[in-house]
């Protein structure tokens, strides 16, 4: 008798169960992930990620004081998702273009600021 490929009735004859797809084990359901020891990977943690990107939105209130510590959470974030430590990419970066935007606005503000003191002083009021 000759292995007919098209006779799902017909056994394998590799030993496969007849309805089993290839590298499935007897009674695990299609597609089921196949992690060592059972238990798939865990997520890895994005709090600095998300640290950078609220103290860097909370800066906009707090005149840019928190958007320099977001700024620094952003950098130890991007440090580690290089390292592979911890995910969130999209959200350390985030956090950093957010964090340098609301610095460089704080500071352009202050110069405004001084600016018009400067020119305020040097008015002569008769």
């Known amino acids: 008798m000759t292995y007919d490929p098209y006779n799902p009735k017909q056994g394998d ?3 496969q169960q007849p309805g089993q797809p290839y590298g499935q084990q ?4 299609y597609g089921a992930p196949q992690y060592p020891y059972g238990y798939p990977p865990q997520p890895k943690p994005q709090q600095n990620a998300i640290l ?3 103290l860097s939105c909370v800066g906009f209130v707090t005149c840019g004081i928190t ?3 977001g700024v620094i959470f952003g950098h130890i974030a991007m440090g580690k998702i290089k390292r592979g430590e911890e995910d969130g990419r999209g959200l350390a970066l985030a956090g950093l273009i957010v964090g340098y935007v609301v610095i460089v ?3 352009l503000y202050f ?3 001084v600016f018009l003191i ?3 002083l040097n008015q002569n009021t008769y």
């Open 13 to 15: 004859p590799y030993g």
């Open 26 to 29: 007897p009674g695990q359901p």
């Open 52 to 54: 950078a990107l609220v």
């Open 67 to 69: 958007a320099i510590v």
């Open 105 to 107: 606005g704080w500071v």
């Open 111 to 113: 110069v405004f600021i």
């Open 118 to 120: 400067g020119i305020g």
